[in-house]
Each structure stands twice: as structure tokens, then as C-alpha cells.
């Protein structure tokens, strides 16, 4: 349910959203720099809004605005923002228009208390929330999911913090990553299957939460661990207080976070991304070997699985393309010619490593196909005498309803189309996807014990008695390449 203007966005999947949270324990110490750096690492997850909110222990201040980290903190609205705790956002909308409304962190202020949130995820069961609040008299603002969490904590705070919380998350269905602050706490929650990513981190003086590990390593900090699917972590004075809600469910993490939108650098879940990728390339040349003189990726998330494909193949690896760094991701394309154009205004080939050679190219996804059909063109442009195409996903076929904003299915080139039809609309000499299994083995193959053995787990593959790797039991949310999800969409599907 992307409600973009067309004229506004490129249409592409769209995932929503960076969160961090910062407790100082030097309480004259100010949160709000740390946050802002914390965001910038996250500004790859969301470019639509940022807030910061903070408290000093008696009020919540905030700054919300729509635009890049770098444009909208400066030094002083920086140096205004007073407190030891601080809540930040980056939003990248599925189910909301990018509006001021919409931004956040989200606050309220009542008698009972103030209470900030910032979420990464979409929620299931937003509109009969919704309409539950309306009827029992709330109000709201925006069209965002996450303002519904803010209400039904606001309603339940008269039971206490951790009641409210408790309750309203096990009124709330779908995917989130949770950063919440009150005067004097601050609150990671992670939903039940865990489908977005949030860790802890260690400062000298305080903690983070954040959706990635490299915003960890961007405030000086050290990765603890991740917050585990169905945990709340309670962070104060006396330290990290932990404890799970509801009952426990089987951990879903979203496949497309290692495939696509984490950076190379963040580890999550104890799996390395590019980690991840590598394997995922070393996996698809074993898969779909070809013969060819040059193996390049697409940058920035295809790279990772070029260098695999090229360690397990033999064949030399190459930068092949360059990316334009300054072409974010809402670039202005008012049509779809526009949007086709748009590629060769991000990508661009180079002759010296294409020319006469027979080219093995990895991208990550193919959503629509635009992207790989301009790209070919552009390496033959260059010279490239064969053009042999690897995806280091398999083909996405589904919508997802849990913050990555896939197009409809009529729109996913793969839903409608066979192998060879793509590859003859592309215009490669060879196609292929990597396989469920062939995935799954390679995220398997990087998961990590505990940071304090640092050896590693036998894979959930292996420890499968059925060995059913690629099945609904191996830990990963598959919805867009099965169409199995991890609980009913309710009152989603009908939009689609
Ligand atoms: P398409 O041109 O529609 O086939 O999209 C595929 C390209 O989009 C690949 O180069 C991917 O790296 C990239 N991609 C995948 N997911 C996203 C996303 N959520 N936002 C922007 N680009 C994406």
C-alpha cells in the first residue's frame, strides 16, 4: 500500500525505517550528537523524515523534520536538544505518506507521563487498532501505524510502564523494532518473530539500541547482542533489565535485510551482511557457473556476492560499474521513462574492464526488471560480448506486508513471467536466481554463537532432522519469494 505520489518517488520496494535509543549514564551529559551520528549510519534505511527526541529526566524535547540527517541537524538545534537519553528515527514510509505528520519519533504528553516512540516495521492490525482507539475517543494526527503503539500505551500508562508496554504489544500484530522513552527510561522491544533487526550496544558511559550494529560502531560503541524476537529491554540507572512477552514464537528474521537493505558492515543476528553475501555469490557460482573473462556486481548490495561468485568461480572480479554516490534514493522521476532514464543517471559502465570480454553481472534482486534491462544495455554499450545475469536472491514473487514495500504482484516481473521470459526481456544471454535452499545455506553457513565463543553454531540446517532447510523452520521470513508468511495479514491482504 504504497501511497507515494508517483510523481514524487521512485517505485521500488521500500523499507521502512532506522531506530536508535541512547542511555547515558552521566546525566549532565547530552544524548542528542551520539543520536545524530547513530542516524546518520542509518540514513540508508529511510531518507523521507528524521526526528531525535530527548529527555533530561523531567521533559521530552524533540526535533521532527522531513529531509536528510545532514540537512536537518545542525549545531544548533543540536546543542538545543538537552538530555541524557535520546530516541532517533529515519523513516522510509510503507504505510504512511512522507509528511511532517507522519515523522517521528512520535511523543505524548499526558498527567500519567511522556512517553517518545520510534518504529521500524508494519503493523497488521493498524486499522482495527485504529478504529478500536477512535471509538473509545483517541485521536489521531497522521496515517502512520506507529501512532497507534503511542495511543495504546498513552491509554494503558495508568497500570505502569512495563504493563503498558506489555499490553499494547500483545495488542499490536506484524513487524517491529521498537525504541521507546520515557523521562527517565529507556525501551528496546523486538516483535515476537523477531522480522526486524534491533541489538544493544555498550558506550563507556551508557547504552544503544539500534536497528544496525554499524550505528553502534558510528557512536564509538561495542555490539552486545541482538535483542531477541519477543524481548523488551528496560534500560535505566541500574542497567539492562530484560524480560520476554507473550508467548514465544518461532524466529522469522526478514531474509531481504541481508539480501538488500543492511549495510555491508552491520552484523545482525550474529550473521555478517556482507558476510552473508559473499556466501550467497560463492553459493549461486556453484549453482549457475558460466564460462566468462570478468565477474562485476551492482553497487552498492550486489558487490558482496560478485566477490563470491569470483572466489568460487576463478574468475577475475572487477569494478565493471560505477555509481553515481549522490543519487539518493527518492530521486525525482516524474514518469516511467523518467525512472528508466534514472539508471543511467545512477550507473554507468566501464569500457576498460567490458570491452570484448564475456561478462558475468550479480545484482541482489530483481523487483520489476528495469533495473537489469538498462543495465545490460549499458554494458554492451561498453563492449561486453556476453552478458551472463545472477541474482543472488530467488525470484521475488510475493507483496510484503512487513515494512519492505513490495509492488503488487502484477507489478514483480518474476510473479508473471518464467526464466527465460525475463532473461529475453532483459536482453541477457543467460539468467539465474540463486535457490531457497541455496540461500539458506549461505545464511546458515555465517550464523555466529555468542560473541564470546566466537566459533561457529552447527547450522539450524543440520541440526534439522527432517533437513528442511529451505522450509517454513529455518529461522527467515520467505514471504516474498514463497508467499508463506509468519502470522495472517489481517485487513491487508484485500488492499493488494
Ligand atoms: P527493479 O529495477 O525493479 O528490478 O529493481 C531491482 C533493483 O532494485 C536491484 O538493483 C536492487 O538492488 C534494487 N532494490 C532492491 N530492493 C530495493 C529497495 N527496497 N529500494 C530500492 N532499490 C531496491
Redesign the pocket.
Known sequence: MNTHSECET?T????KCGVIGIYLTDHEMNASRLAYYGLQSLQHRGQESTGIAVSDGERLDQIRELGLVADVYNNDNLAALKGYIAIGHVLYSTSGKATIENAQPFVSRSKLGNVAIAHNGSLVNAEPMKEFLEETGSTFTSSSDTEVIIKLIAKNYKKGLERALTDTIQLIKGSFALAVMTEKTLIGARDPNGIRPLCLGKLKNGWVLASESCAIDAMGGDLVRDIEPGEIVIINDDGVLSFNFGEKTAKKTCI?EYV??ARPDSIMDGIGVLEARIKMGEVLARESGVTADVVIG?PD??LGAAMGYSRASGIPYAMGIVKNKYIG?TFIAPSQEEREQMVFVKLNALKSDLDGKRVVII??????????RRLIQILRKAGAKEVHFRISSPPVKYPCYFG?DTPARAEL?SATHEIEEIRQAIGADSLAFISMDGMIEALQSCEWEEETTKEKKPSRAANDKNGDSGASNCGYCQGCFLGEYPMPMIGELGKR
Open positions: 521512485e521500488k520496494l521500500r523499507e531481504f538488500y537493505f551492482v548490495s550486489g534514493r545484482d541482489d534482486s530483481i523487483v520489476r526488471g528495469t533495473t537489469s519492505i516481473i
